[in-house]
């Protein structure tokens, strides 16, 4: 079955220091993985996606994510952080089903808290 | 170009009630998605809808169902309202189905809360 997994509830990192937000997923065939942000009373922001290619992928507000085979991660990164950056953040694996569907399938999310 | 757009915002109701949501997606979007998130975890899938017909199911009991219209637009219904019902219901969007790494564009939600 396909899941991913986000091993960190919270975040916290200091305004202009880089910040990594964990992710390491298990699928069966060729992962395709995506990055969404949540603030608070919104819904979810796409942020970046990985089908295939580099691995490194880079996607909107200065964020890229690194996909890692090997160790089965897709980490997001961004060199520089900012306040605003603070947020709920969602790793997700895209599943297509047999019927020619296909939905997310999220990991628990990850606090990210950028302090001044 | 607008969004997706969900209505409403916030909804009260108390158990055994009966509850629409509705969904607009964005212009050109025929894939309508309804997930459910309970509060402190990730989006669980519900349904997904193509071109007015039911394509996919989640683990969800039959108390949930919806529909797509001639519009794309699309309505989640959830009857006989229990407490654990209570979360915020996202619609997603996208523009086809059956491909892999198609990103889906969700709106910002529809509260319940039971009471």
């Known amino acids: 079955a396909q899941s991913v997994a986000q091993p960190e509830d919270q975040v916290n990192v200091a305004e202009g220091n880089p910040l990594t937000v964990k992710c390491t997923y298990s699928?069966?065939?060729?992962?395709?993985l995506f990055w969404y942000v949540q603030y608070p009373n919104r819904g979810l922001q796409f942020l970046l996606k990985y089908i295939t290619g580099d691995n490194l992928v880079k996607g909107s507000y200065g964020f890229e994510a690194e996909f890692n085979k090997s160790q089965t991660s897709f980490h997001l990164k961004k060199p520089s952080a900012l306040v605003s950056d603070s947020a709920l953040y969602f790793c997700?694996?895209?599943?297509?089903?047999?019927?020619?569907?296909?939905?997310?399938?999220f990991g628990a999310g990850t606090r990210l808290a950028v302090h001044p | 170009d607008a969004g997706v757009t969900q209505s409403p915002t916030h909804l009260i109701k108390t158990r055994g009630q009966q509850v629409t949501l509705r969904c607009s997606p964005i212009?050109?979007?025929?894939?309508v998605s309804w997930y459910q998130q309970v509060l402190g975890q990730g989006p669980q899938f519900i349904f997904q809808y193509y071109e007015k017909e039911e394509r996919g199911r989640g683990n969800f009991p039959d108390r949930f169902s919806a529909r797509q219209f001639p519009n794309y637009s699309s309505e989640l219904n959830v009857n006989a309202l229990l407490l654990g019902d209570s979360a915020l219901y996202l619609c997603?969007?996208?523009?086809?189905?059956?491909?892999?790494?198609?990103?889906?564009?969700f709106g910002d939600g529809t509260r319940l809360s039971i009471l």
């Open positions: 997700a694996v895209s599943h297509l089903f047999s019927g020619g569907y296909n939905k997310l399938i």
């Open positions: 997603a969007s996208s523009n086809q189905i059956g491909r892999e790494g198609q990103p889906q564009h």
């Open positions: 699928v069966s065939g060729n992962p395709y």
């Open positions: 212009s050109g979007h025929k894939s």
